[in-house]
């Protein structure tokens, strides 16, 4: 018996087998959580639909969450088949690809900044929102991904960053506000993965490098590790961790200068 057993948890961000939210997927599957899925648009369908279907889940709903109609349908369908939930996962970010390339200053655009913050950060908000009346009288955990960009200037990733920041703000009063409900509100810093949403950052291969190098652990981390970490921060192993951001990067945040392997 896994230690999410009993579980139920919603998954918002699988775009492929190679996405983040795939590996925390699978690790929740694997300790014992029932799974619901939501998938953005009609491209992506049959992909997720092939996913969920590969670990027995019979839920899988379309979501874009920019339109709040469309949030409401999901958690009313949760609430009908069933009428409880107890996590939420949101790996949900994006920021046009022009506002990707180049410096930040000429990159971002008003209109840039506003989808960014809005589709990467208050989105957050709004599933929670949506998420805590069916989380009543259980111990909900909420856990969303962030990266290093939110607190470092980090080449291409631009606006990006900034909605990060915002994201881990949102984590922080998300936590204070749900907190009194027994609801918990966390954030993971995963180090590069390659997923299709990094394919839009310039420069990623050399990132993959450099983190490799520099990292006391000396690899980047996989799928499996962010996997891991985010099942335990949400089951009751963690129940007294909220408002936190766990940096899941081999340690390369903690590193503030590299030497050669050699000396």
């Known amino acids: 018996m896994g230690f999410l057993s009993g579980k139920r948890a919603l998954i918002v961000g699988v775009a492929s087998d190679r996405s983040i939210a795939w590996g925390i997927a699978e690790a929740m599957h694997r300790e014992g959580a029932e799974l619901a899925f939501t998938y953005a648009n009609e491209k992506l369908k049959e992909r ?58 000429q990159s971002t655009s008003r209109e840039a900044f506003a989808v960014a913050h809005d589709v990467s950060s208050y989105s ?46 949102n984590v922080r009063f998300l936590a204070a506000d749900l907190g009194p409900q027994g609801i918990r509100v966390n954030g993971i810093s995963a180090g590069p993965i390659k997923t299709l949403a990094a394919a839009g950052i310039g420069g990623f291969r050399k990132m993959l490098a450099r983190v490799a190098e520099v990292a006391p652990l000396r690899r980047n981390v996989t799928q499996e590790d962010v996997g891991n970490a985010a099942a335990f921060l949400c089951s009751d192993l963690a129940a007294g961790i909220t408002g936190e951001i766990l940096y899941v990067d081999g340690g390369f945040s903690t590193v503030g200068m590299s030497f050669p392997s050699d000396e």
């Open 48 to 105: 997720v639909d092939t996913l969920a279907t590969s670990i027995d889940s019979k839920i899988i709903l379309p979501l874009d969450v920019t339109v709040d109609t469309q949030i409401d349908a999901v958690f009313e369908t949760l609430q009908r088949d069933w009428g409880r939930l107890d996590i939420v996962i949101h790996a949900v970010a994006f920021a046009p690809r022009e506002a990707l390339a180049g410096g930040f200053t």
């Open 124 to 169: 957050l908000t709004a599933l929670a929102r949506g998420a805590a009346p069916l989380m009543q009288g259980r111990q909900g955990a909420i856990l969303t991904l962030s990266y290093l960009g939110a607190v470092r200037a980090i080449p291409s990733y631009n606006v990006m960053g900034l909605a990060k920041a915002s994201l881990e703000a």
